[in-house]
């Protein structure tokens, strides 16, 4: 897919796929609000304002608009669309030309039921406010319990006040009829269903089991729980029922109990997988460094360790240690990847938490966001630490591949091109 940078000058149009109520924004203050943030939130609101006055179609904008009314870059701008995108509430189509023209597709959000049964965002919910904030949040959707008994239903049906009488014909075309839509929340997943499938009793009626209800499910519940499907073959196993389906409650009780199990007791929660667009360095730079910053943007920190473990999956401790980086320090995916590829490099290739800890802090206090910035950190690290070494310290094992060479001269030799380009494949 054709990569698409936003400017400011990009012109926009709004068209309502749905109808949206006043109910729909507390339900994207309260519920999808922790999960995307306030910047998404509020571009969802401007692009709803923007409509006419039948709530339809917008006329045309420029995004400067944004930029302008929310106080924040195109970047942002850029990633706070980029969300409202993943969890399905806008859809965007683009048209080439010397300036792009976007039309975005506004959809309801889910219904606080349906938000608080997802597999994965009720759980992202309950992670990001805790539990009591979570327990007032139900309290405020709750219907209130009346007692009926001694009362008697005593509605009328249909035809108990209407009959059917003869009229002339008619020709109604439902298709343009405005209704209530809404966008499903989409996962691109390589989860292996012919293996679950094939490690299932040879008495069980697969085919009968594994709806595309329980699929989409699993996948779910595989992306939130980072499961894969021979440990979901086993979690199944004692999820079916007395009639031989999948109780689809237990499934998901099962496995948040078995992420728990290995997390402490802590619920997973969800960030963002590569370098955010307004934080990469522009393209048109071909230097083999410009080429190596681009790949710290473009890859997520699990798919850095991947390459790092020639192809195999981390271990739960090093994504544990991700997860912390990520959420507990904020740092952003491309800063992540540059100081797990500097740590491996230094500390003969061990992930030690405390070393991690120790530079992600240090990062985190002086604002450290781009992959460029990274990269110069710790290059002047680099050098420092090498003239502290003394007779009794051990040496550094290697030098990243990617360091500058007006600063490390000493240590970059006549094979840095073909070792950066062998660490450029390993990426892709």
């Given at each position: 897919m054709k990569k698409y940078n936003l400017l400011p000058a990009d012109t926009y149009v709004v068209i309502n796929k749905t109808i949206l109520h006043d109910e729909?924004?507390?339900?994207?203050?309260s519920l999808y609000l922790p999960v995307i943030g306030t910047d998404a939130v509020m571009l969802y609101f401007m692009l709803w304002a923007d409509l006419d006055s039948l709530s339809i179609v917008s006329s045309d904008f420029t995004h400067q608009k944004l930029v302008s009314n929310l106080r924040i870059t195109i970047g942002e701008v850029e990633e706070a669309r980029n969300k409202l995108e993943a969890i399905g509430l806008i859809k965007v189509l683009v048209k080439d030309g010397n300036i792009n023209n976007y039309i975005y597709e506004l959809y309801?959000?889910?219904s606080a039921t349906e938000f608080l049964s997802h597999p994965i965002l009720n759980v992202v919910l309950y992670s990001n406010i805790g539990k009591k904030e979570y327990d007032n949040l139900i309290k405020t959707f709750k219907m209130p319990r009346f007692n009926t008994s001694g009362y008697v239903d005593i509605t009328k049906n249909f035809n108990d006040v209407f009959e059917s009488t003869c009229m002339t014909s008619y020709d109604l075309s439902l298709e343009d009829i405005r209704k209530y839509n809404k966008l499903k929340l989409n996962i691109n997943s390589n989860f292996d269903f012919n293996f679950l499938i094939n490690s299932m009793p040879k008495n069980i009626d697969t085919n009968r089991i594994f709806t595309k209800e329980i699929k989409e499910l699993i996948i779910n519940l595989?992306?939130?729980?980072d499961i894969d499907a021979i440990k979901m073959s086993n979690i199944i196993r004692g999820c079916f029922n007395e009639r031989g389906t999948i109780n689809k409650e237990e499934l998901r009780k099962a496995s948040r109990n078995f992420y728990q199990f290995d997390n402490g007791g802590n619920l997973p929660t969800v960030t963002s997988n590569c370098q955010p667009e307004y934080l990469r360095k522009p393209i048109g730079d071909t230097s083999k460094r410009a080429?190596?910053?681009?790949?710290?943007?473009?890859?997520?920190?699990r798919e850095l360790l991947i390459s790092k473990n020639k192809?195999?999956?981390p271990t739960r401790r090093d994504l544990k240690?991700?997860?912390?980086?990520?959420?507990?320090?904020?740092?952003?995916p491309g800063v992540v990847n540059v100081l797990i590829d500097y740590i491996l490099n230094i500390n003969d290739k061990k992930l030690t938490r405390g070393l991690v800890e120790m530079m992600a802090g240090e990062w985190q206090r002086k604002g450290i966001e781009t992959v460029e910035d990274a990269m110069s950190l710790c290059e002047k690290e680099h050098k420092k630490r090498n003239k502290k070494i003394v007779k009794n310290e051990p040496?550094?094992?290697?030098t990243p591949v990617w360091f500058d060479k007006k600063i490390e001269k000493n240590v970059i030799d006549s094979n840095e091109d073909n070792q950066l380009e062998e660490l450029l494949k390993e990426y892709k």
């Open positions: 729909d924004r507390k339900i994207i203050t309801s959000p889910a595989s992306f939130i729980y080429k190596m910053i681009y790949t710290f943007e473009t890859i997520s920190p192809g195999n999956e240690l991700l997860e912390d980086l990520l959420i507990d320090y904020n740092l952003k040496a550094i094992s290697k």
